[in-house]
């Protein structure tokens, strides 16, 4: 990936891209906001970037190569280190999903902050997939967002704690899953394209 890359190059390879970021980040923040009682993320709280696969489209990767391209040297050297830790760790694994600490993850704050991914800006929500049972995020089960309305015993959310809680809306699920936010309309809206869509270590390996 060339960093080095003139004005015009980037506004070519990602004006729209940014325009399409824009776009969805606005719609996500008035998500989170309207959850607000239930949100308890925090800069330092890295839970959702660590022991996961993060699914990356070809644009967003090329983009988040960019971001990487313009850390200090210090920072980058940390996150080559990860990624070849990951990679090293990736080849022994014999399992069936290899889950890995997301390589741009540096003391627990993302380095590469404006150019992370759909699925960054977007987890901690409550989701809707179609055809399945709206999806809580998993920290909810340990003690984060939407944990102060979950039911130990049941692990359902509850409309009882609500209630005592005072609060006026109940969780909702947003049509917020990765498919439904990189789905093809919004290329032919913004006019870019996402590109071939596979988990981030597999971009990375190549
Ligand atoms: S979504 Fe959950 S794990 Fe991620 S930062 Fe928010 S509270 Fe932490
Ligand atoms: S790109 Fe940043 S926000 Fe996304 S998983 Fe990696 S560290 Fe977390």
């Not at 190569?65 to 850390?71: E, N, S, T, V």
């Not at 960054?120 to 939407?146: A, T």
């Not at 870019?192 to 597999?202: W, Y």
Request: glycine share 4%; hydrophobic share 30%.
């Amino acid at each position: 990936m060339d960093n080095e890359m003139d004005d015009e190059s980037y506004r070519l390879m990602f004006g729209n891209y940014e325009k399409y970021l824009d776009f969805i980040t606005k719609k996500l923040d008035s998500f989170f906001e309207k959850q607000k009682p239930y949100i308890f993320c925090k800069k330092g709280c890295a839970k959702c970037c660590k022991n996961a696969e993060f699914p990356f489209s070809l644009i967003e990767i090329q983009y988040a190569l960019y971001g990487y391209g313009q850390l200090p040297d210090d920072i980058k050297k940390i996150t080559e280190d990860n990624l070849t830790k990951i990679l090293e760790e990736k080849k022994k694994f014999k399992g069936e999903k290899f889950y890995y600490n997301c390589p741009f993850l540096v003391n627990d704050v993302c380095s590469i902050y404006k150019y992370r991914g759909i699925i960054c800006r977007s987890f901690g929500l409550i989701y809707s997939v179609k055809d399945k049972n709206p999806q809580v995020p998993f920290c909810c089960f340990e003690g984060q967002n939407y944990s102060n309305v979950l039911d130990e015993k049941t692990k359902q959310l509850s409309s009882k704690k609500v209630k005592e809680l005072g609060l006026e809306t109940e969780p909702i699920a947003f049509n917020a899953s990765y498919n439904a936010l990189t789905a093809a309309s919004f290329e032919e809206t913004f006019n870019f394209s996402f590109g071939d869509k596979k988990p981030m270590i597999e971009w990375l390996e190549e």
